[in-house]
């Protein structure tokens, strides 16, 4: 999504979210060209919550992944650390399915990315993006419903996660606008989005970078507590060495 997109003047004043069924058109428009174009299930690539298998991507004539072989296991928190352009964000997009692969072969949660009726990407995965897709005329109130919009929530279950986020994650009033948030409360409300759903798999690029060292606790403490239900799993990127020692892979 684009950082910003146009929003009628009265929805702030008004309490109530922005029409969002241009928007979503588009968003689903996009959906629809990614089934199309999606290639048919490989062969023993199920079982895990993801798997890699002799995948590339290049950019020009740079190789950024080479080869790479995988293996997320249901369940648990993989944590992906190293330096900035080592190909981790690169990573996570192939992953989702925002960006094509050269070679080779990704399952998620037993299918492509982007196979037709699979929401991935969709209600099943939860992503956090580096590069924020926030709206900037968008309130937190919004930006969650129409989040929650997408995903086929009701209402009632939107409100209520909303509440819970808001509060988890030290947002500020929820009728704020994005453009008047700091950057670090702008990546909370992007992490917010990616909780909103309670999705099988949460996709995670550096989500506490720029949170104070008691939220981020916090956060690892969240993440720990559901994948032990088994039914979740974890793929973060990290800058933090002691981060990074609380995944399980």
């Not at 990407?121 to 926030?134: E, I, N």
């Not at 606008?177 to 759903?197: D, H, M, P, T, W």
Request: hydrophobic fraction near 35%; proline fraction near 7%.
């Amino acid at each position: 999504m684009a950082t910003e997109a146009a929003a009628a003047d009265d929805a702030a004043t008004t309490g109530g979210p922005p029409e969002y069924t241009e928007m979503e058109e588009q968003l689903a428009e996009g959906r629809m060209k990614a089934d199309e174009e999606a290639p048919p299930p490989s062969p023993g690539l199920g079982g895990s919550a993801i798997r890699c298998r002799e995948v590339c991507r290049s950019y020009g004539e740079l190789k950024v992944l080479n080869n790479l072989n995988l293996t997320v296991p249901q369940g648990q928190i993989y944590g992906l650390l190293g330096p900035s352009g080592c190909g981790k964000t690169t990573l996570l997009k192939c992953i989702v399915g925002t960006l094509k692969i050269s070679r080779g072969h990704i399952s998620v949660l037993g299918k492509p990315p982007a196979f037709p009726g699979h929401q991935v990407p969709g209600r099943m995965v939860g992503y956090m993006p580096q590069d924020l897709a926030l709206y900037n005329e968008f309130t937190i109130s919004d930006t969650l419903t129409f989040f929650g919009r997408i995903h086929g929530l009701s209402s009632k279950d939107t409100q209520a996660r909303m509440d819970f986020l808001v509060d988890f994650l030290d947002l500020p009033q929820k009728s704020k606008l994005v453009r008047n948030l700091s950057g670090g409360q702008k990546r909370r409300v992007s992490l917010g989005a990616a909780l909103l759903q309670n999705p099988q798999l949460l996709i995670l690029d550096e989500p506490t970078v720029g949170v104070d060292p008691v939220l981020r606790a916090k956060i690892w403490q969240h993440l720990v507590e559901i994948v032990k239900t088994g039914k979740v799993s974890v793929v973060i990127t990290t800058h933090y060495i002691e981060e990074a020692r609380q995944a399980n892979v």
